[in-house]
């Protein structure tokens, strides 16, 4: 795991981009001018809570130590009394052994708990990869159902993946139904909703009526009364007769058409007459109208049959054709009107027509079969509705059917797994068990010598190494146990003593008593193990001589960074100098140092920026101070700090080479000579010695940073030091 404080969304951080600070190190050590966004970083730290966007990611257990305003404010400026610091006692060395015997103990128990976790993490992560793997193939068989009608059933589903592996996983049930099957049921469901399926309607037959059939079967022949009858009814040819009369005896046709010769006379005329009488012309026509009616009903009827299917909206002519069929019964019925015809022709002829019984069969069978399906679906189309969810459900066991071999495969490896996670559940519970009974032995032996005595007499003893007599700090008697400390200077103690000293004495003071808490314990009977504890420092020399800065470096570093003692140690400063003394106490060996600390800058433009250092990189006070100026000009920076830093690089150069009153003088002759009344503002804003512009300098954010660059170089260029302006800026 790395380790890293990730500040995003505060003061002046960006509001989505981390700045992210690597704390895998054992010290990391921070610099940052003042206003760049520093103090943030141990704000948080001191109440992460205060700061939901921000994050620290450690591994193991912490217990954050801060020193910075807000420690400051809790334990001295609102508090006259502050909470007793209990360290073990010097007199008992027998105790002492057997608590650090215990505390290695205690150590070797709490890296088998981090490495005992560290395997159950992993165990878990398999059980979440083996889910993946599983979820993943699960996820495919989404690609059966869409493009189908059953794809709507998908929606909810889709995404996430793990949502649709959920899903299939949780049928109890589970079909053997293939996911096309229940497709093409719900097409034929949906292709019905809203509208009822029509079913085959069979138009009314066509028919002959007893009468007429009987009129066929009778042969139609002339009157007896006729000469010719007897002759005509001997030739068996009256029909031909018929229809000799009718073509060529027309319109007082004497003509014989076989002789040609005039035989044919009115007698003749006569007797025809008589043969063909109104009964014989009335039958005819009755036959004639039979044959005419038979014709349209046929028509008619073949026509309104096939539309009967074609308007039948479960008809599939490739399934079931009726189109065959048809044509086999119209020919029968074009068979027995061709028999109607011939009598026509021939009235004299008995005709009967024949059957259409065994062609009707099958159309019928057909219709029926056809109204079966109709039925079948007007049934499930009233249930539309539960019909659907039917089918729906149904594809959610027919998916869990096609997943069992993924699904079990899953259970084998997690089954295996799990028992590895309740075997190192055991051993942790076992390590919990053994830590607590250690833990509480080394809390038995602490109270028998634990006190806070010795931690007054160290900070006392530092207040008087460092040169300070005017305070010291005593137990307090407001308290029955006597575990409190509070201030004293001389007869006076208590309440208000604090707010009496120097800026510097109350650092002083404030950082010795965080120092003791680092190395001690808040509770006589209980401690937190130096390993878990996370120490943070922000600039502990503010308001501090030179002289101190070099003592509180020499602190850090013997009480707190040296031996690695604790989890993590993370020091902030503004101070160059402070950083430098810090380096100066670490290793010297490159590789080990390296190793050990990780170093950063924090600095600011529109947001505020973390980056890396390298050892090589850190200057001095006055090289910083180029080194700000230039990030200004190259964009890195915010201008509007450009004036104060050129007023600090032009006092700490000018004192050095005791050319100050000079740097007045050239100071007020170029604001003279200048014909910018803005840039007057500029020249007199840093100088010192002249009266300051605050109110006018505004103006820098509206202007190229060049431009001041520029009359900044003019005050070497008058002092006769631009060879100087020119190394520096390089």
Same mark, same amino acid.
């Given at each position: 795991?790395?380790?890293?404080?990730?500040?995003?969304?505060?003061?002046?951080?960006?509001?989505?981009?981390?700045?992210?600070?690597?704390?895998?190190?054992?010290?990391?050590?921070?610099? /940052?001018?003042?206003?760049?966004?520093?103090?943030?970083?141990?704000?948080?730290?001191?109440?992460?809570?205060?700061?939901?966007?921000?994050?620290?990611?450690?591994?193991?257990?912490?217990?954050?130590?801060?020193?910075?305003? &807000?420690?400051?404010?809790?334990?001295?400026?609102?508090?006259?009394?502050?909470?007793?610091?209990?360290?073990?006692?010097?007199?008992? &060395?027998? %105790?002492?052994?057997?608590?650090?015997?215990?505390?290695?103990?205690?150590?070797?128990?709490?890296?088998?708990?981090?490495?005992?976790?560290?395997?159950?993490?992993? *165990?878990?992560?398999?059980?979440?990869?083996?889910?993946?793997?599983?979820?993943? +193939?699960?996820?495919?068989?989404?690609?059966?159902?869409?493009?189908?009608?059953?794809?709507?059933?998908?929606?909810?589903?889709?995404?996430?993946?793990?949502?649709?592996?959920?899903?299939?996983?949780?049928?109890?049930?589970?079909?053997?139904?293939?996911?096309?099957?229940?497709?093409?049921?719900?097409?034929?469901?949906?292709?019905?909703?809203?509208?009822?399926?029509?079913?085959?309607?069979?138009?009314?037959?066509?028919?002959?009526?007893? =009468?007429?059939?009987?009129?066929?079967?009778?042969?139609?022949?002339?009157?007896?009364?006729?000469?010719?009858?007897?002759?005509?009814?001997?030739?068996?040819?009256?029909?031909?007769?018929?229809?000799?009369?009718?073509?060529? $005896?027309?319109?007082?046709?004497?003509?014989?058409?076989?002789?040609?010769?005039?035989?044919?006379?009115?007698?003749?005329?006569?007797?025809?007459?008589?043969?063909?009488?109104?009964?014989? +012309?009335?039958?005819?026509?009755?036959?004639?109208?039979? =044959?005419?009616?038979?014709?349209?009903? %046929?028509?008619?009827?073949?026509?309104?049959?096939?539309?009967?299917?074609?308007?039948?909206?479960?008809?599939?002519?490739?399934?079931?054709?009726? !189109?065959?069929?048809?044509?086999?019964?119209?020919?029968?019925?074009?068979?027995?009107?061709?028999?109607?015809?011939?009598?026509?022709?021939?009235?004299?002829?008995?005709?009967?027509?024949?059957?259409?019984?065994?062609?009707?069969?099958?159309?019928?069978?057909?219709?029926?079969?056809?109204?079966?399906?109709?039925?079948?679906?007007?049934?499930?189309?009233?249930?539309?509705?539960?019909?659907?969810?039917?089918?729906?459900?149904?594809?959610?066991?027919? $998916?869990?059917?096609?997943?069992?071999?993924?699904?079990?495969?899953?259970?084998?490896?997690?089954?295996?797994?799990?028992?590895?996670?309740?075997? $190192?559940?055991?051993?942790?519970?076992?390590?919990?068990?053994? /830590?607590?009974?250690?833990?509480?032995?080394?809390?038995?032996?602490?109270?028998?010598?634990?006190?806070?005595?010795?931690?007054?007499?160290?900070?006392?003893?530092?207040?008087?190494?460092?040169?300070?007599?005017?305070?010291?700090?005593?137990?307090?008697?407001?308290?029955?146990?006597?575990?409190?400390? @509070?201030?004293?200077?001389?007869?006076?103690?208590?309440?208000?003593?604090?707010?009496?000293?120097?800026?510097?004495?109350?650092? $002083?003071?404030?950082?010795?008593?965080?120092?003791?808490?680092?190395?001690?314990? @808040?509770?006589?009977?209980?401690?937190?193990?130096?390993?878990?504890?996370?120490?943070?420092?922000?600039?502990?020399?503010?308001?501090?001589?030179?002289?101190?800065?070099?003592?509180? *470096?020499?602190?850090?570093?013997?009480?707190?960074?040296?031996?690695?003692?604790?989890?993590?140690?993370?020091?902030?400063?503004?101070? !160059?100098?402070?950083?430098?003394?810090? !380096?100066?106490? &670490?290793?010297?060996?490159?590789e080990k140092f390296q190793a050990k600390y990780g170093l950063y800058l924090v600095s600011k433009n529109e947001y505020s920026q973390i980056s890396t250092l390298e050892p090589k990189e850190l200057k001095n006070d006055y090289q910083s101070l180029?080194?700000?100026?230039?990030?200004?000009?190259?964009?890195?920076?915010?201008?509007?700090?450009?004036?104060?830093?050129?007023?600090?690089?032009? +006092?700490?150069?000018?004192?050095?080479?005791?050319?100050?009153?000079?740097?007045?003088?050239?100071?007020?002759?170029? &604001?003279?000579?200048?014909?910018?009344?803005?840039?007057?503002?500029?020249?007199?804003?840093?100088?010192?010695?002249?009266?300051?512009?605050?109110?006018?300098?505004?103006?820098?954010?509206?202007?190229?940073?060049?431009?001041?660059?520029?009359?900044?170089?003019?005050?070497?260029? +008058?002092?006769?030091?631009?060879?100087?302006?020119?190394?520096? @800026?390089?």
């Amino acid at each position: 795991m790395t380790n890293s404080i990730n500040i995003k969304g505060v003061t002046s951080y960006h509001p989505t981009e981390a700045q992210r600070i690597d704390i895998s190190k054992n010290n990391t050590f921070i610099f /940052g001018l003042n206003g760049t966004g520093k103090s943030t970083i141990s704000n948080f730290l001191y109440d992460q809570v205060a700061y939901p966007s921000c994050s620290l990611v450690i591994d193991g257990n912490y217990t954050p130590i801060v020193y910075n305003q &807000a420690f400051v404010e809790e334990n001295f400026v609102k508090n006259h009394e502050q909470a007793g610091v209990f360290t073990l006692s010097k007199d008992n &060395a027998d %105790i002492e052994r057997k608590i650090s015997n215990k505390s290695k103990l205690r150590e070797k128990l709490a890296t088998a708990y981090r490495t005992t976790d560290a395997e159950l993490a992993k *165990a878990n992560n398999r059980i979440k990869e083996e889910n993946a793997k599983a979820v993943k +193939e699960i996820y495919k068989k989404k690609e059966k159902i869409q493009g189908t009608a059953l794809e709507p059933f998908l929606t909810g589903f889709k995404t996430p993946k793990l949502k649709f592996y959920e899903q299939v996983k949780k049928q109890t049930e589970t079909e053997g139904v293939s996911i096309e099957a229940l497709a093409k049921e719900l097409q034929e469901l949906n292709k019905y909703d809203g509208k009822p399926p029509s079913k085959v309607y069979l138009p009314h037959y066509p028919t002959i009526s007893d =009468e007429d059939i009987v009129l066929l079967s009778q042969p139609i022949i002339g009157s007896s009364s006729s000469q010719l009858s007897d002759f005509i009814s001997e030739l068996d040819n009256q029909g031909w007769v018929k229809l000799g009369k009718d073509l060529y $005896l027309n319109d007082g046709q004497t003509r014989c058409p076989f002789c040609q010769k005039n035989t044919i006379d009115d007698s003749f005329q006569q007797e025809l007459m008589k043969l063909f009488d109104k009964t014989y +012309e009335g039958n005819l026509d009755k036959i004639v109208r039979i =044959e005419s009616t038979y014709k349209d009903g %046929i028509e008619t009827y073949i026509e309104e049959l096939k539309a009967a299917f074609t308007g039948c909206s479960v008809y599939d002519p490739v399934q079931h054709d009726a !189109l065959p069929l048809i044509e086999l019964l119209e020919s029968e019925f074009l068979n027995n009107l061709a028999i109607i015809s011939s009598k026509v022709k021939n009235p004299a002829i008995s005709v009967e027509l024949g059957s259409t019984d065994k062609r009707l069969a099958p159309i019928n069978g057909l219709t029926s079969q056809l109204n079966e399906t109709v039925s079948a679906i007007e049934a499930r189309t009233n249930k539309f509705r539960e019909t659907k969810g039917n089918i729906e459900t149904r594809m959610w066991k027919a $998916l869990k059917h096609q997943s069992q071999d993924i699904l079990s495969l899953e259970e084998q490896a997690n089954d295996k797994i799990r028992k590895e996670i309740a075997a $190192l559940d055991a051993r942790l519970s076992r390590i919990k068990a053994i /830590g607590q009974t250690v833990r509480n032995k080394i809390n038995d032996l602490r109270s028998q010598t634990s006190n806070i005595d010795e931690t007054i007499d160290r900070i006392n003893d530092n207040l008087k190494y460092l040169g300070v007599t005017g305070f010291e700090i005593v137990k307090s008697n407001a308290h029955e146990n006597n575990n409190f400390f @509070m201030l004293s200077r001389g007869a006076n103690s208590g309440e208000g003593i604090f707010k009496s000293l120097s800026e510097g004495e109350k650092t $002083l003071i404030t950082f010795l008593y965080y120092i003791e808490k680092c190395n001690g314990s @808040m509770s006589k009977d209980s401690e937190v193990p130096d390993s878990e504890k996370l120490i943070v420092i922000d600039d502990p020399i503010s308001s501090l001589s030179q002289n101190y800065i070099y003592d509180i *470096a020499s602190l850090i570093q013997s009480k707190i960074i040296k031996g690695n003692r604790f989890k993590k140690v993370v020091i902030l400063t503004h101070s !160059l100098f402070f950083y430098h003394e810090l !380096l100066k106490l &670490a290793p010297r060996n490159q590789e080990k140092f390296q190793a050990k600390y990780g170093l950063y800058l924090v600095s600011k433009n529109e947001y505020s920026q973390i980056s890396t250092l390298e050892p090589k990189e850190l200057k001095n006070d006055y090289q910083s101070l180029w080194h700000i100026l230039k990030d200004v000009v190259n964009s890195k920076t915010d201008p509007v700090i450009l004036p104060n830093v050129m007023r600090n690089i032009l +006092e700490y150069y000018f004192g050095f080479v005791h050319k100050k009153d000079q740097l007045s003088d050239i100071l007020n002759k170029l &604001a003279e000579n200048e014909p910018n009344q803005g840039f007057k503002s500029f020249y007199r804003y840093i100088n010192r010695e002249s009266h300051s512009d605050p109110t006018n300098i505004g103006f820098m954010m509206d202007v190229q940073p060049q431009i001041y660059l520029d009359r900044f170089k003019s005050v070497f260029v +008058e002092s006769n030091d631009v060879a100087h302006y020119e190394c520096m @800026m390089q």
